[in-house]
């Protein structure tokens, strides 16, 4: 689960219980997509991007642009499509290091 301040909940039981998981951001959080157990890309205000491959910690990813982020498509922790708020989409195939607009 996402949500205000850069919160991230991790629940390993199928939503019985949830364990908060520090992002080291403050922004609020609106989108994400976990492409499997252990990765997940998340997304938010300010051209906020992170990335975890262990499902514990995260690591924010410099974004080209300090837009609002609002929805991230992800196929693995290489590959990920993300949309800001006034429809421009970025692509990253190498976990976020680099972005092209398309």
Known sequence: ??????????????????EARPTGVDVDLLAGTS?????????????TALLTTDGR??????????VDLSAVQATDARTATVTSVDGRR????????TWESF
């Open 1 to 18: 689960r996402i949500g205000p301040a850069g919160a991230v909940e991790y629940s390993a039981d199928a939503g019985r219980t949830w």
């Open 35 to 47: 492409p499997s157990g252990t990765v997940c890309w998340v997304v938010g205000r300010s051209g």
């Open 57 to 66: 910690q995260w690591r924010r990813l410099a974004f080209p642009v300090a």
């Open 90 to 97: 970025f692509r990253t195939v190498d976990g976020g290091t």
